[in-house]
Structure formats: C-alpha cells, structure tokens
C-alpha cells in the first residue's frame, strides 16, 4: 500500500482547475502525446443548484498544463448532450480516462430522461421528480479516440448497466477502470436499488450506495458484473472509487460516506484485493484527509474532497486530484466547486 497521506505535499493555490460561471467536478488526468498533461472534468452552467444541476446539464471538457499540478486551461468540450433518443443524451459525467494500447479511453456516466431539459430560470431542486427520473437513467458507458485531441466515439449503449432482481436493479454510475497488461479491463462501479413499498422517504427511490465490479476482455467488452452481493458490508458505504495495480495486486480508495471506516466523515477508505474481485477493506486506515494543506501556509477543512484520482508516470504516483467544494455542509452550501491538484512526494 501507497503512504498516500504521507506523501502529499502542500497543494498549490492556484493550482487544478476551475472555470467561472460553472460548477467543475469529477478531474482525472492522462500525460498526452504530445507530452503535455490533460484534464478530462465535468462541467454544468451556475444557473442551476450544484446539486442536482449535474444531472440536467453536464457536460465533460478538456484542459491542458504542463505540469500535472497545474493551473489547467479549459481547450474543448468533449462530450456533451445528443438527444434525448440516446441513452447518454442528456447529461455526461463522471469522465474517468485512461489508455489502452493506442487507445484513448474515456469511461463516463450518462443518463436520459423524457421531459425538456431545465431551463436556467428553473431551478431543480433534490426532491424534484425529474431529479428521481434523471437519476435512475444514469448509465454506464466509454468513448474511445485516438488522440487525446480526439476524435470520440461514444458506445451506442452501456456496457454496465443495473440488473434485474439483484441489488444494483436502480442504476449504475462512477466508473473506476484498471487496464491489465494484457487489455483486460477490471472494473469497480457503484450502484444503487429500488428502496421496496409505495412510499419512499424524501420523495427518493434508491437505497444506500453500493461498490461492485465488471471484468471484460478487452476495453471493447463485453463487461461481465461479477458480484452477485456487494464488494462490502451494509456498514462499509462507500462511493467514488478509484483502483489501480502493482505486483501485490489490486488497490483501492473511496470515500467513506459515513466515516466507520477510516475514521472521518468523507476521508478516504482504502482497500485491497490478490484477484479484484474479493475485496477486503482497512478499517482504521485513512487513506487521505478533508484537512488540506496549502502552499500559502494554511490548512483548511474541505467541504468535499471527492472523486480520488492519482496520476502515475513510469509507475510511481506524483499527483492526486480530487473534486473539492468550499462549503461546510457537503456540497449542499457549496458556492464555488474545483478540481483540486495535490501533488505528492517521490
């Protein structure tokens, strides 16, 4: 296991990545080939609330630095809403990229739903209904591109979805991909169920937030769910995975939601696994904290740090990035949301 907080050193001020007027979320990083260091992040106009705003108008951006700390400066829109005949055609999010071989691999959350998108004078609130129907579309899917420049092409349909009479049967969403040298892709996701009975506290269907995972042969899949219970025990809620390999096999880290597990509410849980399919979680271990350290000096309690991803070179890790938020109560008073860069100690 990686020393993760020990590593991190003081995070640049003006480091990651931020954008007026837009909520940005969910960064992770890939060295291009032309040597440069590029950001694939999700952004949704301020016009609607943080949250649920991502669900309505989403859309997944580049940003370029030179440095893997950063500051990153916005180059294109990627991804963004094609229709609401698709089944990512109304909002993308949750961009996790990575490469295989030659390949380029941008694997995201979408999701649908069959009434016009919001306009910036109507404002969704979390106990909407179009929240709920936004929610229970979110989809799984990848796109694929040569470049990191591009061109993308987007699935024609998920390659994970929810199942049937088992626990994930709501949706399927946060992607967290691991390549194996040979191609095959080992996969860790979070789902969520339908909550039984007619009646569903706060006007929400989905019960508590689950870990599992897929495996394919190959990026192109197919991707086979291997869990027919989740990852880990109904105390252990976790979500925002991110995984990785080494000779010891396969690690990971999310966010404690409740914070049984590594000790601090929204800190980071760390787990491992010999196969990636049988996962077992450190109790105790905080992976990595909310308190943050600056480059100017101070140390300051984030409202979110979510969304882990650490970038490698020549396998060794030299940067953590994370979605961050200067609220105090989650993201629900947030009022301003960025990808924070950490950078970490060789």
């Avoid at 976790?238 to 000779?247: N, V």
Wanted: glycine share 10%; net charge negative.
């Amino acid at each position: 296991m990686i020393d993760l907080a020990g590593r991190m050193l003081p995070a640049p001020v003006d480091g990651g990545f931020r954008m007026e007027g837009y909520w940005v979320w969910c960064g992770s990083v890939i060295k291009g080939e032309d040597g440069q260091y590029h950001m694939f992040a999700s952004r949704w106009k301020k016009t609607q609330p943080m949250h649920p705003g991502w669900l309505f108008g989403s859309e997944i951006v580049r940003a370029v630095s030179s440095r893997p700390e950063g500051p990153f400066t916005f180059q294109e829109v990627v991804l963004t809403a094609r229709g609401q005949q698709y089944w990512d055609g109304m909002s993308v999010h949750n961009p996790h990229i990575t490469r295989s071989g030659d390949t380029y691999l941008l694997y995201y959350m979408g999701t649908t739903y069959p009434f016009p998108a919001p306009k910036d004078d109507d404002r969704v609130q979390h106990d909407d209904i179009r929240t709920d129907t936004a929610l229970a579309g979110k989809r799984i899917g990848v796109a694929t591109a040569p470049s990191v420049f591009g061109p993308w092409t987007r699935c024609s349909a998920p390659i994970v979805g929810p199942r049937p009479d088992h626990f994930d049967n709501l949706y399927t969403s946060n992607p967290a991909p691991s390549i194996a040298p040979d191609g095959s892709v080992t996969l860790v996701y979070k789902s969520r169920g339908v909550l039984p009975g007619p009646d569903y506290p706060g006007g929400h269907i989905h019960g508590p937030m689950h870990l599992e995972v897929a495996t394919a042969p190959g990026w192109a899949g197919p991707y086979t769910p291997r869990s027919e219970t989740p990852l880990f025990s109904e105390d252990a809620e976790l979500e925002d995975p991110f995984i990785w390999r080494d000779a010891d096999g396969l690690h990971m880290i999310a966010k404690d939601m409740h914070g049984n597990v590594c000790g601090e509410q929204y800190g980071g849980a760390y787990a491992h696994s010999v196969d990636g399919l049988c996962w077992t979680v450190e109790r105790g271990r905080l992976a990595y904290s909310r308190h943050v350290r600056f480059d100017d000096g101070t140390t300051r309690l984030m409202g979110n740090l979510d969304r882990p991803f650490i970038l490698f070179e020549d396998g060794r890790p030299v940067c953590m990035y994370f979605a961050a938020s200067d609220g105090t109560d989650s993201f629900l008073d947030a009022g301003d949301t960025w990808n924070l860069a950490i950078p970490l100690r060789p």
